[in-house]
């Protein structure tokens, strides 16, 4: 081997992006994700925002789902679940703290990812395998500590209650126009999911009545 291969190889050989450095990369994805959505994100305005070279981002980075669902883990680690006693308490401490339906940044993160779901079967897989998947998990397991106390019905549907609150809060916010807040969260908590997990599932008779004609 030539000196001139020595160097050549040595030029191709480039540290990976990491550290600090990296997250500082992550957050500057978030920044342009929030400010101009998934679709017109690209890997350019990434390395714009964060001073970078596009070669620095694709040295760590294949593609842009990649970027943006590494950078939307990095906003906060998944949690162990609070335990303060109580289910409500559990969920209130969940949902209205950074990172749950009452920030007004993760919210505008999630608005610009809506249409992406839809266009992006790439993202979209991803989305819900490493984003969605470990946040829904963490409330089921929330629900089950719940019944195993004793405050949900013996007959209550965990895996669908556990969808319940952020399932009603999203649609309030992205179909209806309503900002979410703590009041929201505990309306919705109070009025629907609690008596729902309480109560359990309506039970119909099998037989019908006709109703009677009134005079």
Do not use: N
């Not at 007959?155 to 703590?182: M, N, Q, S, W, Y």
């Amino acid at each position: 081997m030539t000196p001139g291969e020595v160097d050549t190889e040595e030029r191709t050989v480039r540290p990976r992006v990491a550290g600090e450095r990296e997250q500082e990369i992550l957050d500057a994805a978030l920044t342009v994700l929030a400010d101009v959505g998934y679709d017109r994100l690209t890997m350019d305005a990434v390395a714009v925002a964060a001073r970078a070279s596009k070669a620095t981002l694709y040295r760590r980075w294949a593609a842009k789902p990649e970027l943006v669902i590494e950078a939307l883990l990095s906003q906060k680690a998944t949690p162990e679940p609070v335990d303060t006693g109580s289910l409500r308490g559990d969920l209130l401490a969940m949902f209205c703290t950074p990172g749950g339906l009452t920030d007004s940044r993760q919210a505008a993160v999630m608005s610009s990812v809506i249409t992406a779901i839809g266009r992006d079967p790439e993202f979209a897989a991803a989305f819900r395998r490493d984003f969605v998947g470990p946040k829904a998990d963490l409330v089921v397991r929330v629900f089950r500590r719940a019944q195993h106390r004793g405050e949900l019905h013996p007959d209550a549907d965990v895996d669908l209650l556990a969808t319940a609150l952020p399932g009603i809060v999203l649609h309030r916010r992205f179909f209806l126009g309503e900002k979410p807040d703590e009041a929201l969260v505990t309306q919705v908590l109070d009025h629907l999911v609690l008596p729902a997990a309480t109560h359990g599932p309506v039970t119909h008779a099998t037989a019908t009545t006709e109703p009677k004609d009134t005079p």
